[in-house]
């Protein structure tokens, strides 16, 4: 099982549609969870971090829920630009920091 | 410019011939971390490192070495690179003398193993 899985898509979706992705984490020692946007094999950008209250950053809303080790990513009014692959991330203190990524969840807007 | 340089950017190679992909940093990050992207598997750690000479081992750490002997560079050797070695490399680098969270990336590696 890997450690942090996400339902691989594609999501196709038409512009101004909501969209929802999940991911769930298997390590209940995992500490700080975070969404990475990647464009087409460029390199990741942080979206948001992911708080156990809900954090909303414009028309983005993640949740976290700890004890179903579950995260979530709310996209509200998709414009064509938020096409892009969604990485769900996770770090664990081992005494180092580790980070997990998920494979991703790719969506696509369409006009 | 705040950035993460990786150099080279692409580079075709053949079985054994030792290379190295170097990464630089100017924001004086003490972590830096290597990681490989392959189709269906997403990133995975390489290793990483908290501050100089402090180094260790990520999840697929076989059939690479790493250096941190000055703050803002961490090079990726392949001392005898193996097709399998074959992805593109993304290095990147993060803020304090705690892992944050928000990694900053180079713009990647591509490395084909012939």
């Known amino acids: 099982r890997k450690e942090v899985e996400q339902d691989p898509g594609p999501f196709n979706v038409p512009e101004g549609a909501t969209v929802a992705f999940n991911c769930t984490y298997s390590?209940?020692?995992?500490?700080?969870f975070f969404w990475y946007r990647q464009d087409c094999r460029k390199e990741p950008k942080l979206l948001m971090s992911?708080?156990?209250s809900g954090n909303e950053d414009g028309r983005f809303t993640a949740q976290l829920n700890r004890a179903s080790q579950y995260i979530s990513l709310l996209i509200r009014d998709s414009k064509l630009s938020d096409s892009a692959t969604y990485l769900c991330?996770?770090?664990?203190?081992?005494?180092?920091?580790?980070?997990?990524f998920g494979a991703g969840t790719r969506l696509f807007v369409k006009a | 410019e705040a950035q993460v340089t990786q150099n080279p950017r692409y580079l075709i190679t053949v079985t054994g011939k030792k290379l190295t992909v170097t990464c630089s940093q100017n924001?004086?990050?003490?972590?830096m971390s290597w990681y490989r992207q392959d189709p269906g598997l997403g990133l995975r750690q390489i290793y990483y490192?908290?501050?100089?000479?402090?180094?260790d081992k990520g999840d697929v750490p076989e059939g690479y070495k790493v250096s941190r002997k000055e703050k803002r560079n961490f090079p990726l050797i392949l001392e005898s690179p193996s097709p399998n070695q074959t992805s593109l490399y993304f290095c990147?680098?993060?803020?304090?003398?705690?892992?944050?969270?928000?990694?900053?990336f180079g713009e990647g590696s591509r490395l084909t193993v012939l």
């Open positions: 990147a680098s993060s803020p304090g003398d705690r892992y944050t969270g928000e990694l900053f």
């Open positions: 390590n209940s020692a995992s500490q700080s």
């Open positions: 992911v708080y156990s």
């Open positions: 991330v996770v770090s664990l203190n081992t005494g180092g920091f580790k980070t997990i």
């Open positions: 924001m004086n990050h003490e972590y």
């Open positions: 490192s908290m501050n100089v000479e402090v180094t």
